[in-house]
């Protein structure tokens, strides 16, 4: 043991990064130190109306994100390090923890677009006069960064050549695995989980028909991971069948656990390595992996791009005449249009906070292209409702099918083909226009 590991104290500050398995900035605090806490800061700034009047994070993704929390403070109780959750922002929150416990060293997860590097900057800033050191790694790709044979700046802009140039010729890290702390490092932080009314939030309703029925936290994503691969082996259809539109069987399903890291990509992975040994190899297992190189891929988007992502004209400065005409919008968002297909996807998504990978396709290009509205209302509503909100994936998609991201062709779905091709016998529909009901 080092004599900086004896006697210093660092500070975990948990971000998209919550859990405990897989977890960098966790690992290296550990190994570098003799104490360890964490914090967690439901930023108020978070729950907030943002420009078009929708909460920043809503009532889905909210519930999703408390019980998440919940689960990492009694994770991280059986590793001996207490976890603080505040109400406050970080810069306001995390100064006195690092007076009162006399912090060395900060660790987090590193981001880079807007909102979270203004974060950053701001608590910097407030713990200035303490003798602390910031300690930033990058912990929500697949492929690391540090990892790549080119520069960010010729990162690709359409996929598939970011795939050939990246696939089968860069190492996948391996996980890592956190340590115990000693049995004194814990104490009851006597913190808990700011109420619905701190939030300025009603909890949502549980719906029966939801194709997401699953809990928050390390523990629900480990348990699905094992259903869906081990226990079901539904990895192995798992290309064949990603297009469905109901039930829970038809996808992985992984997407809100990775959203804010309580499943690491690299465990899933070594997941999908470890069932092509023991089960089987196939295109569909492949096909998971090869999302997960999406995923990376609008994470890469943005790191070359910055704030172009979140701009009107896109990455592409491509001027198209959309309008923004609340009416249609409104009716859009209460599955109030002429096309049924996408109605029904959009009160599945009023109900329940998810929506499947064809569904979110289909009412993007609808609302972009049919409605001709403004690409960026229709981002900033599916940031309010999804469960699975990844501001990377969110908005280069939305860029994507609006026609100033990554699509060369520009392509314009046919919803009603769509539906006689995804939905043919009407079952969907007939589900969810059950559920009519008027905003």
Not at 146 to 154: A, N
Not at 199 to 214: N, V
Not at 308 to 335: H, M, P, Q, S, V
Not at 389 to 405: C, E, F, L, R
């Amino acid at each position: 043991m080092s004599k900086e590991k004896e006697h210093s104290t660092a500070l975990v500050w948990f971000r998209n990064d919550l859990r405990t398995t897989d977890q960098h900035s966790l690992y290296q605090a550990v190994n570098n130190h003799s104490r360890v806490i964490g914090v967690y800061c439901f930023d108020p700034r978070q729950f907030q109306k943002d420009r078009f009047g929708f909460p920043k994070t809503g009532a889905f993704r909210a519930a999703f994100l408390r019980e998440t929390v919940q689960q990492l403070q009694q994770a991280l109780k059986q590793l001996n390090i207490p976890l603080f959750i505040s109400n406050e922002a970080p810069e306001e929150a995390i100064p006195s923890l690092v007076s009162e416990y006399n912090i060395t060293s900060i660790y987090a997860q590193k981001e880079w677009t807007q909102e979270e590097q203004a974060v950053m900057h701001s608590l910097q800033k407030s713990t200035e006069n303490h003798s602390v050191t910031f300690n930033t790694v990058y912990d929500q790709f697949l492929y690391h960064p540090e990892d790549l044979s080119f520069s960010i700046h010729s990162v690709p802009k359409v996929f598939t050549d970011f795939r050939k140039k990246i696939e089968k010729k860069i190492g996948i890290r391996n996980t890592v695995s956190v340590n115990f702390m000693p049995s004194e490092n814990y104490f009851d932080t006597h913190t808990s989980l700011p109420s619905w009314q701190q939030l300025d939030l009603e909890p949502p309703e549980p719906h029966p028909d939801s194709a997401f029925p699953f809990s928050g936290g390390e523990q629900a994503a480990q348990n699905r991971l094992e259903h869906y691969l081990f226990e079901t082996h539904l990895l192995s259809t798992y290309k064949q069948t990603r297009n469905g539109l109901i039930g829970t069987a038809y996808s992985s399903k992984f997407s809100p656990w990775l959203a804010n890291g309580s499943l690491s990509p690299r465990t899933i992975f070594e997941a999908v390595q470890r069932y092509e040994k023991e089960v089987e190899k196939n295109q569909d297992t492949y096909w998971l992996i090869f999302e997960l190189i999406w995923r990376d891929f609008f994470k890469y988007i943005s790191l070359k791009h910055g704030n172009e992502i979140f701009k009107r004209k896109g990455i592409l400065n491509k001027d198209y005449e959309w309008d923004t005409d609340w009416e249609l919008i409104n009716r859009w968002i209460a599955g109030e249009t002429e096309s049924d297909f996408v109605n029904a996807n959009m009160i599945e998504f009023q109900k329940t906070g998810w929506m499947s990978n064809r569904g979110r396709q289909n009412v993007a290009s609808y609302f972009a292209k049919e409605l001709h509205q403004d690409w960026r209302i229709g981002a900033a509503y599916f940031e309010s409702q999804l469960l699975d909100y990844d501001v990377h994936s969110n908005y280069g998609n939305w860029m994507y099918v609006a026609g100033v991201g990554n699509d060369p062709r520009n392509r314009k779905f046919d919803v009603e083909k769509q539906a006689e091709r995804y939905d043919e016998d009407g079952a969907f529909r007939d589900l969810w226009f059950s559920e009519k009901a008027p905003l």
